[in-house]
T-cell receptor
Framework: LAKTTQPISMDSYEGQEVNITCSHN???????ITWYQQFPSQGPRFIIQ???TKVTNEVASLFIPADRKSSTLSLPRVSLSDTAVYYC???????????FGAGTTVTVRA | SAVISQKPSRDICQRGTSLTIQCQVD?????MFWYRQQPGQSLTLIAT?????????ESGFVIDKFPISRPNLTFSTLTVSNMSPEDSSIYLC????????????FGPGTRLTVT
């Protein structure tokens, strides 16, 4: 499983865009990039997944450059309720074994 | 998406005892997973439980300590045996998305404190 590196924490204010970059230099050809969100006292929740270029859903956007050695999760116009830990995972979807790194604690302030 | 419930939601146990955690899913799933999240830490996969076969344990986890049952496609249990304070953690179960990929649905977790 490819190792990932992401910032330990990030602070933001309501209404701002939050961008979290994840490094995964040894990503394999079959690996996808997946992001999960975890609120206190809850299990993680799937946010978005991508292989290359850009993926967007109702929650976030995921930007992946051509070399795929990094990716950026973009949360538009965050609110206080977006305060959570965000995990970047890289691996082969057929493996099903999720390997969680340390995650990024995002704190949104009023 | 699958809806997952866990029982108990939390418990305080004496060292040397065992606790069985239940995981119930509202739909049939092939693969279920058990994770541990120690205080302030990330999640670590304990084992994968497929219905009709023995659970597959990750490195550092053994069946004698964490026996798992998977009697049907909607239910699984994880037992934490002969507990010590180091077992104090949140234990979570998850299931895979039927469409594949890396999307899994997690239960709310069971917060275990061993005194």
């Amino acid at each position: 499983l490819a190792k990932t590196t992401q910032p330990i924490s990030m602070d933001s204010y309501e209404g701002q865009e939050v961008n979290i970059t994840c490094s995964h230099n040894n990503i394999a050809t079959n690996d996808y990039i997946t992001w999960y969100q975890q609120f206190p006292s809850q299990g993680p929740r799937f946010i978005i997944q991508g292989y290359k270029t850009k993926v967007t859903n109702e929650v976030a956007s995921l930007f992946i450059p051509a070399d795929r050695k990094s990716s950026t999760l973009s949360l538009p116009r965050v609110s206080l309720s977006d305060t959570a830990v965000y995990y970047c995972l890289v691996g082969d979807p057929n493996d099903y074994k999720l390997s969680f790194g340390a995650g990024t604690t995002v704190t949104v302030r009023a | 998406s699958a809806v997952i419930s866990q029982k108990p939601s939390r418990d305080i146990c004496q060292r040397g005892t065992s606790l069985t955690i239940q995981c119930q899913v509202d739909s049939q799933v092939t693969m279920m997973f058990w994770y541990r999240q120690q205080p302030g830490q990330s999640l670590t996969l304990i084992a994968t439980a497929n219905q009709g076969s023995e659970a597959t344990y990750e490195s550092g986890f053994v069946i004698d300590k964490f026996p798992i049952s998977r009697p049907n496609l909607t239910f699984s249990t994880l037992t934490v045996s002969n507990m010590s304070p180091e077992d104090s953690s949140i234990y979570l179960c998850s299931v895979e998305d039927r469409l594949g990929g890396y999307e899994q649905y997690f239960g709310p977790g069971t917060r275990l404190t061993v005194t």
